[in-house]
């Protein structure tokens, strides 16, 4: 007598991410339409400083730009922190609840880390430095965010390119880097009285939380 036995088959499905892609573009469309002058100045962030020197006000963080272009960067970025989680064999790329548990923690790290450091910026009296500081973070990274875009595109559709892959992460870091190092030079006058408070911000909020929100993706 022959024994069957039937194993189900599990078709990965990758239609949620066509449709969370074609998303982004769409909200990009939407967001040149209407901040056509602002959207170009903004694409040329990387070899010119007049988006940074234009937009310096606190109140451009809550514009409608930036809420359409920060749901384009935490798309981007969460793709891309499944794309590189799959590729060490932490989640599946093609796994859409991933994807759900990522950008939400994203989202909610990033949105929670800009109220903790309002908070700590009343508190030393750093205000000016920390709101010109988080709208040049926002600029270059939001930049990043579209930047990798047509990359997580690729590396979704295919099979993960090790090159490619560490050749993002390091522009990434090298540009984020850059940033810091562009706050100094602007800001180097305001720093002079508070270099103890730059530096104890620095540990606490931008390079603690980057190792705690990695040690939470990979253990849960």
């Given at each position: 007598m022959i024994e069957a036995f039937l194993n189900p088959?599990?078709?990965e499905t990758k239609d949620w991410a066509t449709y969370v892609f074609l998303l982004s573009f769409v909200l990009i469309a939407i967001t040149k339409t209407i901040f056509e002058t602002r959207f170009n100045e903004f694409l040329r962030i990387l070899v010119s400083d007049k988006y940074i020197k234009v937009y310096k006000d606190s109140t451009n963080l809550m514009s409608g730009f930036t809420i359409l272009l920060f749901i384009v960067q935490i798309i981007s970025f969460s793709f891309f922190i499944q794309?590189?989680?799959d590729y060490f064999g932490y989640v599946n790329k093609t796994d859409w609840v991933s994807?759900?548990?990522i950008s939400s923690l994203l989202a909610i790290f990033v949105l929670s880390k800009f109220l903790i450091e309002k908070i700590i910026a009343e508190t030393f009296?750093?205000?000016?430095?920390?709101e010109q500081f988080n709208l040049l973070k926002v600029g270059y990274r939001t930049f990043i965010g579209i930047l990798?875009?047509?990359v997580n595109i690729y590396l979704f559709y295919n099979n993960s390119s090790n090159y490619l892959i560490f050749i993002t992460l390091t522009a990434i870091l090298i540009i984020n880097l850059a940033t810091y190092l562009i706050s100094l030079k602007n800001y180097q006058n305001?720093?002079?009285?508070?270099l103890f408070y730059f530096i104890l911000y620095l540990c606490a909020?931008?390079?603690a939380?980057?190792?705690f929100i990695y040690y939470l993706i990979t253990k849960i």
């Open positions: 088959r599990i078709i794309i590189l989680l994807f759900i548990r009296e750093i205000e000016e430095f920390i990798i875009l047509p305001l720093l002079i009285g508070n909020l931008e390079i939380p980057y190792y």
